[in-house]
């Protein structure tokens, strides 16, 4: 058995029909984690859908009305886009109860994973990127209500920036300003900080890609496209480590997107499988090495082979796995 729960249910499954994003990828995730004694089925938690008192910490109540009595403008549905149904609606509450118990098991067990989430497209009043609801910053904001934390920070490291995270937490005074930091010869990526509120977040994306708009993370990384392994890692860990000289969270939300993979069909970077994994490696290793807990969910993932998608995501398990093993011995 590991030492740490899994947060899973089949309702994770997102009826959008035939759609680059592949939502049978959460079944796929859980089987192949059975198959490869990766976990065991007593690992696994199965959430409750958030009520919609937590779901209103983060969103606006307009909007919440409009996704329950399913009256969302056509603007509104195409921002989506996904289809809208009641049933999709459902699976969002239910991906958003996954990540607070996650964050809640992360709290007692140092980590947990939500097979799901990372929905970090999605705005106080409006969804957008396949995002209806944003889970993350919900369990984030429950738990600081239940008073589990104070603090939190997001480590987003989907290829896309996490501008829906950005407009929840951000919004502090001050202008964005460049991070001084060694590159060696590196293609540098474009650095910007802002003042951080209760919630630190980091991203870590491709500059060149969705969403056009990209409000002020504490700390952006506009990644150039191509971006491989050895760049990639340098930036994160230097982005890490930037990011705890400035802020103690008390609790770490991973955001572990698999499409900065080479062969996504969404992203323009390109790591490889081994490299995701090493990155999964570095963010637990930060998390144990500074004794903050750290909640995983898997946001996004195109890969042309949907199999590399479940590979990578499964990896993030076995990452974590490692990372605790290596606590016990
Ligand atoms: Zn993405």
């Not at 947990?112 to 910053?137: L, M, S, T, W």
């Not at 209760?198 to 969403?211: A, G, M």
């Not at 700390?219 to 994160?236: A, E, F, K, S, T």
């Not at 996004?300 to 990452?319: F, K, M, Q, S």
Request: hydrophobic fraction near 40%; aromatic fraction near 8%; glycine fraction near 10%.
């Amino acid at each position: 058995m590991l030492p740490f729960r899994l947060v899973y249910s089949s309702g994770y499954y997102l009826p959008i029909g035939e759609h680059v994003f592949p939502a049978q990828k959460y079944r796929q995730i859980h089987q192949r984690l059975l198959q490869e004694h990766i976990a065991a089925a007593e690992d696994f938690l199965e959430p409750q859908p958030a009520s919609d008192e937590d779901i209103l910490l983060v969103h606006t109540g307009d909007y919440v009305r409009k996704l329950k009595t399913g009256t969302l403008s056509p603007l509104e549905e195409m921002q989506l886009e996904v289809p809208y149904s009641p049933e999709l609606v459902r699976a969002f509450w239910l991906a958003a109860g996954g990540s607070i118990l996650a964050a809640e098991r992360a709290m007692a067990d140092g980590i947990a994973v939500n097979i799901g989430g990372g929905f970090h497209h999605a705005f106080p009043d409006h969804g957008e990127g396949f995002c209806v609801i944003h889970d993350v910053a919900v369990a984030i904001r429950r738990l600081q209500k239940d008073g589990k934390i104070k603090t939190a920070m997001t480590v987003d490291c989907d290829v896309h920036h996490g501008n829906g995270t950005a407009a929840i937490f951000g919004g502090h005074a001050g202008s964005p300003a460049p991070l001084p930091s060694s590159a060696g010869g590196r293609a540098k990526p474009r650095i910007t900080t802002a003042p951080a509120g209760d919630v630190f977040t980091i991203s870590l994306h491709q500059q060149n890609n969705y969403p056009a708009w990209k409000p002020p993370s504490s700390i952006d990384v506009n990644l150039p496209d191509g971006v491989g392994d050895v760049d990639y890692l340098h930036w994160l860990d230097n982005a890490l480590s930037s990011a705890f000289r400035q802020f103690q969270p008390d609790l770490l939300c991973y955001i572990a997107g698999a499409d900065p993979y080479r062969e996504d069909q969404l992203g323009g970077l390109a790591l490889t499988i081994e490299g995701l994994k090493q990155r999964d490696e570095l963010v637990f290793r930060v998390g144990r090495a500074r004794q903050i807990p750290v909640m995983v969910t898997f946001a996004g993932g195109y890969a042309r082979n949907v199999e590399d998608t479940v590979t990578i995501h499964c990896n993030t398990v076995l990452a974590a796995k490692e990372a605790s093993q290596r606590k016990a011995g």
